[in-house]
């Protein structure tokens, strides 16, 4: 049952986000602030120098509205597959992951698939449709053809639940991660995170986001490719030796080769699994990625790499997780040994169930890569946290006001000057949010984030391109169906009726809704379109014909400005 | 406005577009290879998140002499199956459906 308890809380937290720390719940409460990482703080200040400097060229060139959200599409698929391999691989998955092989070997792998299986799917469904329909935003996709402000307006709430949500869980996490790492005091590191998160979204727009992107999951590959080598090179490449070492001295022994606690509630196990395919497909900061590139070409180009990118690193982490086993568990100095010399080798490492990778680094490579290491978790937090305040800004600037509020009669000028405030006003709620929720257990934000994108964005955005039946208020209903039903069964699952407001059964008994909210989005969705019999409706579906063309051939899609 | 017009007036007649044989090759085509190859993915990691749940046993069979079990095995399978499909998709787009694609557009433009 502890298991299962530890999985379920791992499973929210681990899905994208870095809220490694949080993760770990009772384990990390009290966070030792170490003594300051030289090393560390040398690279990440450069990170950070380099960054900046990238957001100042950035913000010389870009004028318009089309550089400020979608970087003028000028990103080469490359650039713009590392960049979505940025925006995926947070702090959480890389430390999280590796934490979660650490302490229960095979399991931490139905993660890492869990997550990658969704991006064969927004492939060959949505990338392509995404790239010729919409311009900045997935909302400009979902309202294509439908009523804007209602449409719109859904559209808008479900990226700022799900930015909202997924940026808390980043904040506690890095706070906690950074004053783990670093020394740094916890509401320092939130006000680093928060303001520099602010000038690359607000003075560099898409250009500058992209380039921390870029640059974070290079740095993050060379990380996790050199931790996995060293790992490798010490058996001599004979994974089977390692299996071998690790079955020896972890205390599940044999067990860590199999599926563990996972099979005790088969339901919440399929309910994530749904949840972690299809959120991807409806995560807004994924889904502006694609107006970045030239052409449906290019975005899928994008998402092939990308994908390539993220399946390498998700093996990495399974062996970076093994190679903490063999590594970590022996050595006592890694944990917090009672007085009697004893020491549980998977609940008392220091700092957390989230630290193997941090722990791994340091040692092979001594305090210089320890620090290496650490800059990288830094910059990554960094990287998503900026991705994520992009998507919130456009959803406020673009969508609610340029199109609901100013009904399409503001000036791009005026759009974009106020997408830099919203990303402004973000930024310090996030700090805010940030600093409330310190001692909180936030685990279960990421599992609603990705609930609601899985519930609401995704049923949305794919109806509206697929079905010609769709219909504004069918849209609207479906949608909100969803976003409310998952919001609901978090709330009355055991993540927060039981562990934060302190019930003592959970109303709703699994882990992740997405099974059941999914579901209800696109019934709602088909059922009340098909029941909609209004003038509008008929003309909607009128419309779909010449949406349709242009989805399928690009026939008059947004083309990036030249320069 | 920031709009630009929602519907293609570029494409000057959706119609005509859904009537060209070209374009209805190229939507059959592309349509059934990429739900298919949907389904596939999904049947995949179905299969694999049932067998972690129901089926315990048989994922934590050895292979071969070593500790390696089928589960391990099964899992990275996935992961690389996931990828290879990926790849087989933009393999075809890149040739087939950007061809067809091409020859739309220009038969339009006449």
Same mark, same amino acid.
């Given at each position: 049952?502890?298991?299962?308890?530890?999985?379920?809380?791992?499973?929210?937290?681990?899905?994208?986000?870095?809220?490694? =720390?949080?993760?770990?719940?009772?384990?990390?409460?009290?966070?030792?602030?170490?003594?300051?990482?030289?090393?560390?703080?040398?690279?990440?200040?450069?990170?950070?120098?380099?960054?900046?400097?990238?957001?100042?060229?950035?913000?010389?060139?870009?004028?318009?509205?089309?550089?400020?959200?979608?970087?003028?599409?000028?990103?080469?698929?490359?650039?713009?597959?590392?960049?979505?391999?940025?925006?995926?691989?947070?702090?959480?998955?890389?430390?999280?992951?590796?934490?979660?092989?650490?302490?229960?070997? /095979?399991?931490?792998?139905?993660?890492?698939?869990?997550?990658?299986?969704?991006?064969?799917?927004?492939?060959?469904?949505?990338?392509?449709?995404?790239?010729?329909?919409?311009? /900045? +935003?997935?909302?400009?996709?979902?309202?294509?053809?439908?009523?804007?402000?209602?449409?719109?307006?859904?559209?808008?709430?479900?990226?700022?639940?799900?930015?909202?949500?997924?940026?808390?869980?980043?904040?506690?996490?890095?706070?906690?991660?950074?004053?783990?790492?670093?020394?740094?005091?916890?509401?320092?590191?939130?006000?680093?995170?928060?303001?520099?998160?602010?000038?690359?979204?607000?003075?560099?727009?898409?250009?500058?986001?992209?380039?921390?992107?870029?640059?974070?999951?290079?740095?993050?590959?060379?990380?996790?490719?050199?931790?996995?080598?060293?790992?490798?090179?010490?058996?001599?490449?004979?994974?089977? =030796?390692?299996?071998?070492?690790?079955?020896?001295?972890?205390?599940?022994?044999?067990?860590?080769?199999?599926?563990?606690?996972?099979?005790?509630?088969?339901?919440?196990?399929?309910?994530?699994?749904?949840?972690?395919?299809?959120? +991807?497909?409806?995560?807004?900061?994924?889904?502006?990625?694609?107006?970045?590139?030239?052409?449906?070409?290019?975005?899928?180009?994008?998402? /092939?790499?990308?994908?390539?990118?993220?399946?390498?690193?998700?093996?990495?982490?399974?062996?970076?997780?093994?190679?903490?086993?063999?590594?970590?568990?022996? @050595?006592?100095?890694?944990?917090?040994?009672?007085?009697?010399?004893?020491?549980?080798?998977?609940?008392?490492?220091?700092?957390?169930?989230?630290?193997?990778?941090?722990?791994?680094? @340091?040692?092979?490579?001594?305090?210089?890569?320890?620090?290496?290491?650490?800059?990288? =978790?830094?910059?990554?937090?960094?990287?998503?946290?900026?991705?994520?305040?992009?998507?919130?800004?456009?959803?406020?600037?673009?969508?609610?006001?340029?199109?609901?509020?100013?009904?399409?009669?503001?000036?791009?000028?005026?759009?974009?000057?106020?997408?830099?405030?919203?990303?402004?006003?973000?930024?310090?709620? =996030?700090?805010?949010?940030?600093?409330?929720?310190?001692?909180?257990?936030?685990?279960?934000?990421?599992?609603?984030?990705?609930?609601?994108?899985?519930?609401?964005?995704?049923?949305?955005?794919?109806?509206?391109?697929?079905?010609?039946?769709?219909?504004?208020?069918?849209?609207?209903?479906?949608?909100?169906?969803?976003?409310?039903?998952?919001?609901?069964?978090?709330?009355?699952?055991?993540?927060?009726?039981?562990?934060?407001?302190?019930?003592?059964?959970?109303?709703?008994?699994?882990?992740?809704?997405?099974?059941?909210?999914?579901?209800?989005?696109?019934?709602?969705?088909?059922?009340?379109?098909?029941?909609?019999?209004?003038?509008?409706?008929?003309?909607?579906?009128?419309? /779909?014909?010449?949406?349709?063309?242009?989805?399928?051939?690009?026939?008059?899609?947004?083309?990036?400005?030249?320069? | 406005?920031?709009?630009?017009?929602?519907? %293609?007036?570029?494409?000057?007649?959706?119609?005509?577009?859904?009537?060209?044989?070209?374009?209805?090759?190229?939507?059959?085509?592309?349509?059934?290879?990429?739900?298919?190859?949907?389904?596939?993915?999904?049947?995949?990691?179905?299969?694999?998140?049932?067998?972690?749940?129901?089926?315990?046993?048989?994922?934590?069979?050895?292979?071969?002499?070593? %500790?390696?079990?089928?589960?391990?095995?099964?899992?990275?399978?996935?992961?690389?199956?996931?990828?290879?499909?990926?790849?087989?998709?933009?393999?075809?787009?890149?040739?087939?459906?950007?061809?067809?694609?091409?020859?739309?557009?220009?038969?339009?433009?006449?």
């Amino acid at each position: 049952m502890r298991v299962l308890s530890r999985l379920a809380a791992s499973a929210a937290l681990l899905i994208g986000t870095a809220t490694a =720390a949080s993760a770990a719940g009772p384990d990390v409460a009290p966070v030792q602030q170490q003594g300051l990482n030289v090393t560390a703080i040398v690279i990440f200040v450069a990170f950070v120098l380099l960054t900046l400097y990238i957001t100042y060229r950035a913000a010389i060139t870009t004028r318009s509205a089309g550089d400020f959200y979608a970087a003028g599409g000028s990103i080469s698929p490359l650039q713009n597959a590392l960049a979505i391999a940025g925006d995926f691989m947070s702090a959480a998955s890389f430390l999280g992951i590796s934490g979660l092989v650490f302490s229960s070997g /095979f399991d931490g792998l139905i993660y890492s698939i869990g997550f990658l299986v969704g991006w064969p799917i927004v492939l060959f469904l949505i990338a392509e449709r995404l790239r010729n329909l919409g311009r /900045f +935003t997935f909302a400009d996709v979902a309202s294509f053809r439908l009523a804007q402000g209602p449409i719109r307006t859904l559209a808008a709430v479900g990226t700022l639940v799900v930015v909202a949500f997924y940026l808390i869980a980043q904040m506690v996490g890095a706070g906690q991660l950074i004053q783990l790492l670093f020394g740094l005091d916890y509401l320092y590191a939130v006000v680093i995170v928060g303001v520099l998160m602010i000038v690359y979204v607000a003075f560099g727009g898409m250009k500058a986001t992209t380039w921390v992107q870029v640059i974070k999951a290079c740095l993050l590959l060379v990380g996790a490719t050199l931790l996995a080598l060293a790992v490798l090179v010490h058996y001599g490449f004979n994974v089977n =030796a390692m299996f071998a070492d690790a079955i020896a001295i972890h205390p599940k022994g044999d067990a860590i080769m199999a599926p563990g606690g996972f099979v005790k509630d088969q339901v919440s196990t399929i309910s994530l699994g749904l949840a972690l395919m299809f959120g +991807t497909a409806g995560l807004p900061h994924i889904l502006m990625r694609f107006f970045t590139v030239r052409d449906a070409k290019a975005a899928r180009k994008s998402v /092939f790499y990308a994908t390539g990118f993220i399946a390498y690193f998700y093996i990495l982490t399974f062996v970076i997780g093994f190679g903490a086993i063999t590594y970590l568990m022996p @050595n006592a100095s890694f944990f917090k040994v009672a007085a009697d010399g004893h020491y549980n080798k998977i609940t008392d490492l220091i700092g957390g169930a989230n630290m193997p990778a941090i722990h791994l680094s @340091n040692a092979i490579g001594g305090s210089l890569f320890l620090g290496f290491i650490s800059a990288v =978790a830094f910059a990554t937090i960094l990287a998503v946290v900026a991705g994520l305040t992009l998507s919130g800004a456009s959803a406020i600037s673009h969508d609610l006001y340029a199109s609901v509020i100013a009904r399409g009669r503001s000036t791009e000028a005026r759009e974009v000057r106020l997408s830099k405030i919203s990303a402004i006003l973000i930024g310090i709620v =996030a700090i805010y949010l940030g600093y409330v929720f310190q001692k909180q257990n936030v685990a279960f934000m990421v599992g609603l984030a990705f609930a609601v994108a899985a519930s609401c964005n995704f049923p949305v955005l794919l109806m509206s391109i697929m079905w010609r039946g769709t219909t504004t208020t069918g849209a609207l209903v479906g949608g909100l169906l969803g976003l409310v039903s998952a919001v609901v069964m978090v709330i009355l699952s055991k993540a927060v009726w039981v562990t934060t407001f302190g019930h003592p059964a959970a109303l709703f008994p699994y882990d992740n809704p997405a099974l059941f909210s999914m579901p209800l989005a696109f019934a709602g969705i088909w059922i009340v379109s098909t029941l909609d019999k209004s003038k509008r409706a008929m003309a909607e579906r009128a419309a /779909f014909d010449a949406q349709f063309v242009r989805s399928e051939t690009g026939i008059g899609a947004s083309v990036a400005q030249a320069h | 406005m920031l709009q630009k017009p929602l519907l %293609p007036s570029e494409a000057a007649d959706p119609q005509a577009m859904l009537r060209d044989p070209t374009f209805q090759a190229l939507v059959r085509e592309r349509s059934s290879f990429a739900w298919s190859l949907s389904i596939v993915m999904i049947v995949v990691y179905l299969a694999f998140i049932f067998a972690v749940a129901f089926a315990h046993d048989a994922m934590a069979t050895k292979i071969g002499a070593g %500790p390696l079990t089928l589960g391990i095995v099964l899992g990275l399978a996935v992961i690389i199956f996931a990828f290879a499909l990926t790849g087989i998709y933009v393999a075809r787009a890149n040739t087939r459906f950007d061809d067809l694609t091409r020859t739309v557009v220009k038969e339009q433009a006449r």
